[in-house]
């Protein structure tokens, strides 16, 4: 049974300033230089990708991106590509995350196109995948789960996931306070590593599945405990480095 290392991956989402960032980043080195077996990222607005490179380049904290483009260049303005990215040091770029799928139009066979883009420049994508309250109380959440993560699949393989994390988001516990219970977490979950291990039992047993949604301080190290989740990716409390850092430690615990 392979064992997973823990990783906690922080969205600024459209959040930070140059001094504020340089004093949460300091802080969280500081504070988790002895942080072993648990990986540490952020993913930071475009602007500030070489501040973080700056102060981070040589450390334990890895960091990476919110989005990138499907295309690698031309005559798309606004975009960036995983070339610009990787110019930067990212390690890590978002895909598919529900605020991009519900405010910008991103279906999932453009997600597919993104994370495809990503992986191929060398880029670790990180994967959202998740439902809507209204698609909960419906009873189709495995349903929209599988829709999500097929389309990748389909499209990159199922051997792409060995080089890929993903992160089960419930859309209805993002930034609303609401939190999914360990236990609603641990079936999706439980659910995504199945659906995989069916058709590649090892890609499964290795992939490192993590849980976004109102995770803080004080609710992480339940969370975490769950056999099937790896870490957290991490909205709001990522912006305040105490809680940040308590949540690192908390999957270290």
């Known amino acids: 049974m392979a064992i997973r290392s823990k990783l906690v991956a922080g969205n600024w989402k459209m959040h930070g300033g140059t001094l504020q960032n340089r004093d949460l980043l300091n802080a969280v080195l500081a504070a988790t230089a002895d942080l072993s077996g648990v990986e540490l990222a952020v993913c930071v607005p475009y602007p500030y990708l070489p501040q973080a490179q700056s102060i981070l380049e040589g450390t334990h904290v890895s960091w990476g991106a919110q989005n990138v483009s499907q295309h690698e260049k031309g005559a798309y303005t606004g975009e960036v590509s ?57 009873g189709i959440t495995e349903q929209v789960v599988a829709e999500q993560l097929d389309a990748v699949v389909k499209s990159a393989g199922i051997n792409a996931l060995n080089t890929a994390v993903l992160a089960y988001e419930p859309v209805w516990a993002i930034g609303t306070g609401k939190t999914a219970s360990p236990a609603q977490a641990q ?16 890609v499964a047993e290795g992939l490192k599945i993590l849980y976004g949604g109102s995770v803080k ?26 809680e940040f850092i308590a949540i690192a430690r908390a999957a270290k615990d």
């Open 217 to 242: 301080a004080g609710n992480a190290a339940e969370l975490f405990a769950m056999p099937d989740i790896d870490g957290g990716l991490i909205g709001g409390a990522s912006l305040v480095a105490e």
């Open 82 to 138: 995983s070339s610009m990215l990787l110019d930067f040091g990212c390690r890590y770029v978002i895909v598919g995350h529900s605020e991009r799928r519900a405010l910008y139009g991103e279906d999932s066979h453009t997600v597919a196109l993104k994370f495809k883009a990503a992986q191929g420049a060398g880029l670790i994508p990180v994967l959202c995948v998740g439902e809507t309250l209204e698609q909960r109380e419906a």
């Open 187 to 202: 079936e999706v979950h439980l659910f995504i590593r199945g659906r995989i291990a069916a058709d590649a039992a090892e």
